[in-house]
Nanobody
């Protein structure tokens, strides 16, 4: 599966942004979002299964971010609300193997990655 992330940019603290990840090829039942800042490990943000019924969030974004999926467009979204400067990072979308249906929060569970999109939150 090939992944193309978009929607990053600059937002003020308290603002919102929506990221999109378009998948092509053999789509995966589980898609996720991760983020990374310089010098740190890539960390889990959110993930969703194909039906959209199962979702997982990291504690740092729970209640502020919403992950959703449009099956007809093979696109996954990450709506980010109440942004704060600590959310500044490069955000990556990722896909699990096509036979895996568990909504994993582990980076190692994902095998396909998008190119990343920068999100910058100013205070």
């Amino acid at each position: 599966v090939q992944l193309q992330a978009s929607g990053g940019g600059v937002a003020q603290a308290g603002g919102s942004l929506t990221l999109s990840c378009a998948a092509s090829g053999r789509t995966s039942p589980v898609m996720g979002w991760f983020r990374q800042t310089p010098g740190k490990e890539r960390e889990f943000v959110a993930a969703i299964n194909r039906s959209g019924v199962r979702k997982e969030y990291s504690e740092s974004v729970k209640g502020r971010f919403i992950v959703s999926r449009d099956g007809t467009r093979n696109t996954v979204y990450l709506r980010m609300n109440s942004l704060n400067p600590e959310d500044t990072a490069v955000y990556y979308c990722a896909a699990r193997p096509s036979h895996q249906t568990y909504v994993s929060t582990s980076r190692e569970g994902y095998i396909s990655w998008g190119q990343g999109t920068q999100v910058t939150v100013s205070s």
